[in-house]
């Protein structure tokens, strides 16, 4: 399963994230983890959460994140889900390389029986219809 959040800046999407970290905390039985651009979640975040910094680790494109997902995953069974921050600060401001992202996360949560949810800086009205189903 796959949630994109969704809206221009300022319109709440990393408090809507936070929430259903928490959320996520509370009723999940596997281990979860949080991908961000830099270290702003910190304190925000639960202790439970595995905080990744993407800027840390150089991730600056798609395949990059795409490999950073596919090692947690290698690494340990158990992720269950996975929280992405500001997609677009992690892998560059190119529309279309976002929604391909979208896609293969779509069905590498669905192969792996993952819960994957983004957040992604962008009007809605700029999402193509087949990643409005994910909003």
């Not at 009205?125 to 990643?131: F, G, L, R, V």
Request: net charge negative.
């Amino acid at each position: 399963m796959i949630k994109v959040i969704m809206g221009l800046k300022g319109s709440g999407k990393t408090k809507q994230l936070i929430n259903a970290i928490d959320d996520a905390v509370a009723t999940e039985t596997g281990d979860i983890v949080c991908i961000e651009y830099g270290k702003k979640l910190t304190y925000d975040i639960n202790y439970k959460v595995r905080l990744v910094d993407s800027e840390e680790y150089g991730i600056t494109n798609a395949d990059m994140l795409k490999g950073l997902l596919c090692g947690l995953h290698a690494g340990n069974f158990d992720v269950t889900c996975v929280f992405i921050d500001n997609l677009y600060k992690t892998i560059g401001r190119d529309h279309d390389a976002g929604e391909d992202f979208i896609r293969w996360a779509a069905d590498f949560a669905k192969t792996n029986n993952m819960k994957i949810t983004m957040t992604v800086s962008d009007d809605v009205a700029n999402a193509s219809e087949d990643i409005k189903q994910y909003l």
